[in-house]
């Protein structure tokens, strides 16, 4: 049964969870509040055999909420970082990660705004983003849905390889490239459309493909012309999620913590 | 009557061991295990034009704000709870220092070819993105049937490296009990010379090697000396012993608001002895309290 009344966060992190459901025995990771609630929700609802971790060098037994610790966390596992990265070039890992730039190959930056030598903005740095984009499955999550987020052309710089054939000798990315799903505050995208094209999958209730396109620095492609609503959350997988975060971290992700169905708003 | 095997020395000797331009090579992560107490002796040194080679926290950020940085090797330099360096950030939208980016894994990579004496080891990190496109990359073709190109991602070779552990003996034999070691071994094994701060010096016995093999770093050949610096790690997390102290962090985060801020934080925190920097953060009991962070 459909929740009565559900917040935009709970909307996301249901579409998040979908990202991990088919994916068995990998390593979940969910980077920021959402991603991390959706892998901890795709865990506890549907796919048990997840590895999820405390975010510092162990496997969690059962998900950490986030925020401060609200009991003992239950530990299962060593996640130091040498093994993570053993772990992550074998592949079974589907990382869900929020980038400052994505462009229409699904290339993605979090490493300087301009130009890398002397940029306007100095970010963090490419991080693991490299080795995870060409090793295991990747999705998006990305809470502001603008053009400076989705950018025309490329991102400034190249932290995650995408599905970009200037970019590769013979045109052909590593068999690892393996780019899943696009969360964000409007819509539900992934890369199913022509070469990879990035496709509307679902619109967030209250949400016109114009809205997602006029924010969007490149043309999407749409999985039907009547585009699904993404579905909205069961009473169910609402109370869920109150359960995994206890600290209401999910609140503070969005200005004023909106509703999910704008039209109620 | 054997002859004494003793490694022990002072920060200021091993900063004195050091030359301008070098490539030093620095352990820990982040906000973690960073040898700061040697960091700090550089800061307070005449050393300059040095190639840095970090898993980079605010050991990057105060070497750049002390002018000491002429080329930065990292994948991020990163404070945790305060994603960016300010001082960090400050150098590179300034052109202050030039960069060679590099994803994680391939960093950990280019430490391990050093260390296996290898002048690259292949990979396929960094193909589709732009760290290759930066100079000094070059592609290998597998000599095998697959005939793969991939990444030669060369040796990161160092000339010092500074680490941070927890217990040490005089010979340099180590023991690193926070729950990850990161990649300090590495480090140890791609420089020729090696400095390791720790937290207590013990007599080797008191290392219990019996009971704590799995938190010995490596063989104490790869040491050349050993500082004894309690607190050496602070503001970074030396865990167990005790865990990154946010409130300092701050303090630091805010020392880039101006020059003035900036001075009036070497003062406090850098141009001072051992134990006044103890006192000035609030005591060594207060550093054992701190709380563990949540991630």
Redesign the interface.
Known sequence: MTASSYSLAELVIVACAEAWRDDGEVMATGIGPLPRLGASLAKTSFNPALQVT?????YADEPVPP???VGPVALEGYA???RV?SA??GGRRHAMVGPVQLDRFG?ANI??IGD????????????????N???HPNSFFMPSHNTRAFVAGEVD??????Y?PA???GGK??R??DLRRIVSNLAVMDFGGPEHQVRVVSLHPGVGFDEVQDNTGFPLARIADALPVTPAPTAEQCAAIAALDPNGVRRSVFKDDPAGDRRAA | MTTMFDKRMTADAVVASLSDGMTIGIGG?ATRRKPMALIRAILRSDLKDLTIVSY?GPDVGMLCAAGKVKKLV?????LDHY??DPH??AA????AIE?L??????F?WGLRAAAMDLPFLP?????????IT?PGFR?VKSPYDDGE?LVAMPALRLDAALIHAHRGDAKGNLLTLS?????DELFTRAAPKVYASVEQLVPTADLDIEANARFALVERARITGVVEAPLGAHPTGAAPDYQIDLKALKTYVDSAASPEAWADYRARFVDVSDEAYAAAIGGRDAAAALPRP??
């Open positions: 405390d975010g510092e060098v162990y925020g401060k610790r130091n970082y040498d990265f992550l070039w290339q490493s300087v890398h030598a002397k940029p306007k903005a100095a970010m963090l740095g490419a991080r693991g983003f490299p080795g984009s060409i090793s710089f190249v932290c995650m390889a995408g970009n970019r590769y000798i990315p590593p690892g490239l | 992560w980079g990292f994948a991020f330099v990163s994603p960016l960090f950030r590179r939208q300034t052109g960069v980016e590099l994803d994680e894994g391939m950990h990979t396929r990190i960094g193909i589709g993105t732009d760290i930066q592609m190109e729950p990850d070691p990161f990649f949540v991630y």
